[in-house]
């Protein structure tokens, strides 16, 4: 009996050492190879385009701090057949196209505000969703100033537009594809909340959050079929988020650990490295994760969803100590992000079903 097993695992080596061989020498089978690696590619994940839910996709969780397990600031709302992006950090882009969503259909970029970490992918979704099939020029909404970012990205790839439009032609690469179209949204004061969309049942307004020196910042709530979400954006502790996010089925919202920044900051001190006057500073305009499970509980919101995840979290303890306290103020709907993260929130219902796209 032992003989009998060992001749027949002895057999399963040699046939995968002779399957391994084939591959490795030809051509033609490393070309089937290829070709069914790329079939499973090039798909796409079409759930999202259901029109009876609101389906929200975290794309960018982290920070302008490295983090490998996370992008800079990114979201996808799809809803009714229409896509938006919630900010465009660097990376985002990446981890949605690794999702395999679909991102030909792009309605539109709402971006909160104009630090580094939300607009320095958006060349990245220019050129892709350009490539994708967007022939108009690219819907960029944010605060004053918008005009200026989308003309300065418009500028610095001028050259690159034109090389691709010369390359491939201009039935594939549209002119007005190359281009973005700003719209400034005005949100007068912090008692307003200010319409930004409302097209086909899919409502989306802005509201002023608190991070100054940036000013405005805003916070966005997308509505669709009685479904919610809301995007805190990054503010410190803010009674806006609770007063246009009440209600909202979930709340996205920033979140610092400044118990860990601290540790942060003398770690850097002590080698005298100036980079802890940052650690320092940052604090006071992001909300701790307790604040932001106060700001969950007065909005009413059924799930918290903690993103711009400050400092990095390379494991379970180091989790623990970001959510140290919460479950004191929130025990229950809360959860850390992380890319590639997807809730469904199907219409007439108020189940939130989250998928793990990774
Ligand atoms: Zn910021
Ligand atoms: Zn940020």
Redesign the pocket.
């Known amino acids: 009996m032992k003989r009998i097993w060992i001749f027949g695992a002895g057999g399963i080596v040699v046939l995968a050492l002779v399957a391994f061989g084939i591959v490795w020498f030809s051509p033609a089978a490393q070309d089937a190879v290829m070709r069914r690696v790329v079939a499973a590619n090039i798909g796409v994940n079409d759930a999202v385009l259901a029109p009876d839910a609101l389906h929200v996709v975290l794309c960018g969780t982290g920070?302008?701090m490295p983090d490998p397990e996370r992008a800079q600031?990114c979201a996808a709302v799809y809803a009714g057949g229409k896509l938006f992006m919630i900010d465009a950090g660097l990376g985002g882009w990446d981890r949605l196209a690794a999702f395999q969503l679909p991102v030909g259909g792009l309605t539109g970029v709402l971006i909160t505000h104009f630090?580094s970490?939300?607009i320095s992918g958006l060349p990245d979704i220019a050129l892709n969703t350009w490539a994708a099939g967007r022939r108009e020029a690219m819907a960029l909404y944010g605060p004053p100033g918008i005009e200026d970012v989308a003309a300065g990205f418009d500028l610095a790839y001028s050259h690159d537009d034109g090389y691709r439009i010369a390359h491939h032609g201009p039935d594939f690469f549209s002119a007005a594809g190359a281009q973005s179209r700003p719209i400034v949204v005005e949100v007068p004061d912090r008692d307003s909340a200010v319409t930004v969309f409302d097209e086909d049942g899919v409502r989306i307004t802005a509201f002023r959050v608190s991070h100054e020196p940036v000013d405005p910042a805003y916070g966005y709530r997308i509505d669709y079929q009685g479904r919610s979400v809301v995007f805190s954006g990054?503010t410190g502790k803010d009674a806006n988020i609770a007063r246009f996010g009440a209600g909202a089925d979930v709340i996205i919202h920033?979140a610092l650990a400044p118990h860990m920044v601290a540790l942060l900051e003398e770690g850097l001190a002590a080698r005298g490295d100036r980079r802890a006057q940052v650690m320092h500073d940052i604090p006071d305009y992001h909300a701790t994760p307790v604040e932001a499970a106060e700001v969950a509980n007065q909005a009413g919101a059924k799930l918290l969803v903690y993103s711009?995840i400050v400092p990095r979290l390379p494991n379970a303890l180091a989790h623990r100590v970001f959510l140290r306290g919460v479950s004191d103020v929130r025990p229950n709907g809360v959860m850390i992000g992380y890319d590639g993260l997807y809730l469904e929130l199907p219409a007439g219902s108020d189940r939130i079903v989250q998928h793990d796209l990774r």
């Open positions: 920070s302008p600031s630090h970490d939300h990054d920033d711009h």
